[in-house]
């Protein structure tokens, strides 16, 4: 483990970055108003980033915990992550979504961005020796698709949670960015059996309040549904003698729950039926204690909530199949796919993301399983006509290392999603973490930083391998859409400090040919 400060570590790519923002007046460039104000909305928060932080600690399976704790304890809204912070939390406003990220290609500009200048500022960075002994970058003007920088774009490496954006592009494309996911109660035939079907939403709440909340599905309301329906049947216990039975339903998944990593704080077992992301603990975000039955720690918080509102519930609770006959007694609906996808992506949120791998499969006529999600989120690239070569999917999520993707496929993956002519693909762009403001980036690009506010990019971290891929509005006023990979890193901080540089070079670069 890298023991320097944040501040020690990071001190090696700035003075770099300082000669590249650097004019021959021996000034910094200063950013256009109109290109501050477009490159995020962020930037006129009230807030002022702090230092990166250094990486680690990093858990059995590699996954790095800190990235996503410190996300989740400095997380304040903005981005396109609308929630709002817990009550009596005071944080800044949230900012636009489209304008964002979308405003680089209404800009003005004098030309198009030109390769060289790129290469100029890029090269350098790119030679660091914390990157490791693998390392791919590719960058890509939205505006017309062309691209501008490539270095081993085709060389398929393993992408960590940088696989999310594919995912987030599969499901919106297979099942539209209003889809919703429902969980429902029904009443079998002839009989007093209540059962709770899980529609794969990992995001109902069991919580009164607090942080996605409000908006999302709730286990509470959804008591208070079925407790009025049963008692307009004549099911109230107050009516009838037998108590009613609460059985669930968590069959929509097929396959293995376990992810191929094991038991890991970053994510629950996968299951159709969960109630906040089977965390043990009251966070929303970033790694926790985790229940190794999401289901039935569902369906049994669901019997006291029944019994809170009169409804007299048996003890035992267990699995059923609820049949087609069965009487629809309520139901609760997650917010739209797009939210969701904005949400998994500000937080690198793994159970999000594995559950609309499966959204994608159920779309795409596959097994809703790890091996059907897989197969669906590439078959729905492949529809898109992106370059595919060396892909491979092994999860939604990105936690499994058998995972490849190259640069030049995240980077057309970010381009397509800000193309004007695919709106249903754009919340894969705005949920991207805002540099120095929100989610997983929220720690990272000190104040004063080229890329700060102006950088919007997913992050991708397991042991040995370090990812960062977005899109960033240059000085030139112009939108790129850049991945950049690294394999074999052991310095995993120092990694971080020079992708990030990376992105920031670009933002300050006065790029146009």
């Known amino acids: 483990m890298d023991e320097r400060t944040p501040w020690q570590w990071l001190r090696r790519p700035l003075p770099l970055l300082r000669r590249l923002a650097v004019e021959s007046s021996g000034r910094f460039r200063t950013a256009r108003t109109w290109q501050v104000t477009t490159g995020s909305a962020a930037v006129g928060l009230a807030v002022a980033a702090v230092a990166v932080t250094a990486a680690g600690p990093w858990d059995s399976s590699g996954q790095r915990t800190a990235e996503r704790h410190l996300a989740a304890s400095r997380e304040a809204g903005g981005g396109a992550d609308h929630a709002g912070g817990a009550p009596g939390e005071r944080a800044p406003g949230a900012a636009p979504s489209a304008p964002a990220v979308l405003a680089g290609l209404r800009a003005p500009a004098r030309g198009g961005p030109g390769g060289k200048a790129l290469a100029d500022v890029l090269d350098p960075v790119l030679k660091d020796r914390a990157l490791g002994p693998e390392r791919a970058a590719v960058v890509v003007d939205v505006a017309t698709g062309k691209r501008l920088y490539g270095k081993r774009a085709d060389d398929a490496l393993t992408p960590a949670s940088t696989t999310k954006i594919a995912t987030a592009v599969a499901a919106l494309s297979a099942a539209g960015p209003d889809h919703r996911l429902t969980t429902s109660t029904v009443l079998q035939p002839d009989s007093r059996e209540v059962v709770l079907v899980g529609g794969g939403d990992p995001t109902l709440t069991a919580r009164e309040e607090g942080r996605y909340v409000e908006g999302y599905a709730s286990l509470r309301e959804l008591a208070d549904d079925t407790a009025r329906a049963l008692k307009k049947r004549g099911k109230d216990p107050k009516d009838r003698k037998d108590p009613v039975r609460l059985s669930y ?50 369906a049994r918080k669901f019997a006291d909530l029944l019994r809170a509102r009169g409804v007299d519930v048996r003890a035992d609770v267990g699995p059923a199949k609820a049949s087609p006959r069965a009487a629809r007694l309520a139901r609760t609906s997650s917010p739209a796919l797009s939210v969701l996808v904005e949400r998994m992506l500000t937080h690198s949120d793994n159970d999000i993301a594995e559950a609309l791998a499966r959204e994608t499969a159920r779309a795409s006529g596959e097994p809703l399983s790890f091996a059907g999600g897989s197969r669906a989120i590439r078959d729905r690239l492949e529809k898109l006509d992106l370059p595919l070569a060396g892909a491979e999917f092994a999860d939604g999520s990105g936690l499994d290392r058998e995972d490849r993707l190259t640069a030049e496929l995240l980077a057309a993956l970010l381009a397509r999603a800000a193309d004007r002519d695919h709106p249903e693909l754009r919340s894969a762009v705005t949920g991207l973490p805002v540099a120095g403001f929100t989610g997983t980036l929220v720690n990272r690009y000190p104040q004063g930083s080229p890329g700060t506010g102006l950088v919007r ?7 040995g391998v370090n990812t960062l891929a977005g899109t960033v509005v240059t000085a030139d006023g112009r939108l790129l859409a850049f991945a950049f990979m690294t394999t074999g890193t052991t310095d995993p901080s120092g990694a971080q400090a020079a992708l990030d540089a990376m992105a920031s070079a670009a933002a300050a670069c006065g790029c146009s040919a």
């Open 249 to 298: 339903d968590d069959t929509r998944y097929t396959g293995p729950s376990r992810h191929p990593i094991g038991p890991n704080e970053n994510i629950t077992p996968v299951s159709a039926l969960m109630a906040d992301e089977g965390r043990l603990d009251d966070s929303t975000s970033g790694p926790a204690p985790r229940t190794e039955d999401p289901a039935g720690d569902a």
């Open 457 to 463: 990019a997913k992050t991708g971290t397991l042991t």
